[in-house]
């Protein structure tokens, strides 16, 4: 399997489409979760900006220096693209918070991502970005920042506010239940 130096250094020089298939199969996974995450659950939005990233990465390859992972040059592209959905007027990202609590405690893997997407319905755009790329996809704090351009100050609260909406939440509805 070929790198993804290599694969953008045959779409750049020989204009081989096809290379790009393979940064996009690579890819498509990641981004999509990330998305769906940002945006609560909502797939179909999602898989609206994931396919809307994808794009512009392909038009924009040439601006992508090698400096960092090709992945998190995908997230900062992706992340960027959310973000002028939602300014665009999307306010169907600020639903309240629709969980089957009796769920929290289940072992299956689908189940539990469902129920994190509902779970982040109760965060803020900007907790949900953040938290997102911190736990799910394990970056630092440090390369929030380097992604998203958000001071690191900002992204640490964001993170804990985050933290403490969602133990908030669990522990609330954990009590009723």
């Known amino acids: 399997m070929q790198t993804d130096s290599e694969l953008i ?3 750049l020089t020989q204009g081989e489409h096809q290379a790009f298939n393979g940064l ?3 890819y498509q996974s990641g981004v999509r979760q990330f998305l769906r995450r940002l945006t609560a659950g909502d797939h179909s939005m999602a898989d609206d900006i994931s396919q809307d990233v994808f794009i512009l990465a392909f038009q924009k390859l040439r601006q992508y220096n090698g400096s960092g992972s090709f992945a998190g040059w995908l997230r900062k ?3 960027h693209r959310f973000l002028r959905v939602i300014q665009t007027g999307a306010c169907k990202y600020e639903k309240p918070c629709e969980v089957s609590w009796q769920s929290l ?3 299956d893997s689908v189940e539990a991502d469902i129920l994190a997407e509902s779970l982040m319905k109760a965060l803020e755009p900007n907790e949900r970005m953040a938290i997102t790329l911190n736990v799910s996809e394990g970056l630092s704090h440090s390369e929030i920042t380097q992604i998203t351009g958000i001071p690191l100050g900002t992204i640490k ?3 804990s506010r985050a933290k403490k909406k969602l133990s908030e939440l ?3 509805r954990e009590q009723v239940a």
């Open 77 to 79: 592209l992706a992340y």
């Open 170 to 172: 669990v522990s609330d």
């Open 24 to 26: 996009v199969v690579k």
């Open 9 to 11: 250094a045959r779409i």
């Open 157 to 159: 609260s964001y993170i």
């Open 105 to 107: 405690h289940t072992k």
